[in-house]
């Protein structure tokens, strides 16, 4: 069946520091890639999302790259504030409108 | 708009006992989509609907019913509940139109089985 990797389980950074997470996906078919963030007790939240036909998105301070060689797309997130920590999750649709999920990345952002 | 909407927000269940978990939206959304979530995992699909009347299995469908008699609802039910099936569920849709791959997540079911 198909499944996702998802790189670190957990991610600690300083404030202001850039955050990077990594999904590496089995389905070559995949064509819609989107990332959720989901905070204590809440739930998920799309932040970003990108398709297979481009390579890099960006909104403010996240931005998310594809690599469709290599089957892997990242998050990454600029100048972090305490408000970013949370669980992020990846995700990858191929045919249909079904959402594999990855296990989850926890970022804590310290002061 | 509410959005899609869960009910309840918590239940505690003993072994054996069955209960449905409502979900509904006001998106006029095609898809709709059930999914569990453990302690510190991700999200497992459990059913999935494309349409009235139609529904699918997805991941983890053993112990669970759905049923999809119109856009707006699409009930999960459990017949006989396990300490297996503590766990969070969350209703969520998309609109299932053209691009648009978005899914929109409700406020999820906190369900304890003892």
């Known amino acids: 069946g198909e499944n996702v990797e998802q790189h670190p389980s957990t991610l600690s950074v300083q404030e202001g520091d850039s955050a990077v997470i990594k999904c590496t996906y089995s389905d070559s078919a995949s064509n819609y890639f989107p990332w959720y963030k989901q905070e204590l007790g809440k739930r998920p939240q799309l932040i970003i999302d990108?398709?297979?036909?481009?390579g890099e998105k960006k909104d403010q301070r996240i931005a998310v790259t594809l690599n469709k060689t290599a089957k892997h797309f990242s998050l990454h997130i600029t100048e972090t504030q305490p408000e970013d920590s949370a669980v992020y999750f990846c995700a990858f649709t191929g045919g249909g409108n079904k959402l594999t999920f990855g296990t989850g990345t926890q970022l804590k952002v310290e002061l | 708009n509410a959005g899609v909407t869960q009910t309840p927000k918590f239940r505690i269940l003993k072994i054996g006992q069955s209960m449905t978990l409502q979900c509904a939206q006001d998106m006029n959304h095609n898809y709709m989509y059930w999914y569990r979530q453990d302690p510190g995992m991700g999200l497992k699909l459990i059913y999935y609907s494309v349409g009235a009347g139609i529904t699918d299995k997805g991941e983890v469908p053993n112990g669970y019913n759905v049923s999809r008699s119109t856009t707006e609802d699409f009930p999960l039910r459990l017949e006989l509940a396990a300490p297996s099936q503590t766990s969070v569920y969350f209703c969520a849709t998309s609109s299932g139109r053209g691009r648009n791959l978005t899914q929109y997540f409700g406020p999820g079911t906190r369900l304890t089985v003892l």
């Open positions: 990108i398709r297979s036909n481009v």
